[in-house]
């Protein structure tokens, strides 16, 4: 079946402009999470959503990033007023359920070049 | 919160030896560590996870131990292949809804 996507591939944008970033996870899973891998280091965890409850968002930088989760589905990363430092991978990923423990699937990532 | 060492950084093993990461962790209420392999330019895959109430999980030529007096695991893979060459992680996680923390990934080479 198909795995977690996500859009743009890439994306290179200008300091101080807002970026989306999109994520669809496998069909059923109820569990949604963004990291951000930046060059040389870990999964940085941003926000989780986790089903009804309401999402997670400890891991989020600042106020110029959030996200979306529409109809228990897709999702939607913005960044607004991009800085450098943001430049990263964003990397999604999905789960059947809740439970942390269960096995994470990944999307192939955005690869965020802010300029 | 959690915390989560890794090490080394990069490891580079003659094709045929035995690769180990380690990776401690600071939480002792932390009893789930996946780990996972990055190939380059593709995404994390789940290669192998233990929860805490049992000391060693193997899968074929891949095994991971788990020390929770000491609060460290380690992955193993034996008799590496060219295919094993990739980053992988490992990571931590207190409880059922706490998220994951990873550790900064290890650069595996394996040369033949």
């Known amino acids: 079946g198909a795995g977690v996507s996500q859009s743009p591939s890439n994306k290179v944008t200008e300091k101080g402009k807002d970026v989306e970033l999109r994520c669809d996870p496998i069909?059923?899973?109820?569990?949604l999470y963004w990291y951000r891998q930046s060059l040389g280091q870990g999964l940085e965890f941003l926000i989780y959503?986790?089903?009804?409850?309401?999402?997670?968002k400890s891991g989020l930088p600042s106020d110029r990033f959030s996200a979306e989760r529409t109809g228990g589905s897709v999702s939607t990363l913005t960044i607004q007023r991009t800085q450098q430092e943001d430049s990263a991978v964003y990397l999604c990923?999905?789960?059947?359920?809740?439970?942390?423990?269960?096995?994470?699937?990944f999307g192939p990532g955005t690869r965020l070049l802010v300029l | 919160g959690e915390n989560v060492e890794q090490h080394p950084s990069t490891l580079s093993v003659q094709e045929g030896d035995s690769a180990v990461i380690k990776c401690t962790y600071s939480?002792?209420?932390?009893?789930?560590f996946p780990w996972y392999k990055q190939e380059l330019g593709k995404r994390p895959q789940l290669i192998i996870d233990?929860?805490?109430?049992?000391g060693e999980k193997k899968d074929q030529r891949i095994a991971v131990t788990l020390n929770k007096t000491a609060k460290h695991f380690s992955l193993h893979i034996t008799e590496t292949q060219p295919e094993d060459s990739a980053v992988y992680f490992c990571?931590?996680?207190?409880?059922?809804?706490?998220?994951?923390?990873f550790g900064k990934g290890t650069r595996l080479s394996v040369i033949a």
């Open positions: 990923a999905s789960s059947l359920s809740v439970d942390i423990q269960e096995t994470q699937y």
């Open positions: 069909s059923g899973h109820t569990a």
């Open positions: 959503f986790q089903g009804n409850s309401a999402p997670d």
């Open positions: 939480d002792s209420a932390s009893n789930y």
């Open positions: 233990i929860r805490s109430n049992v």
């Open positions: 990571a931590a996680s207190p409880s059922g809804n706490t998220p994951l923390v």
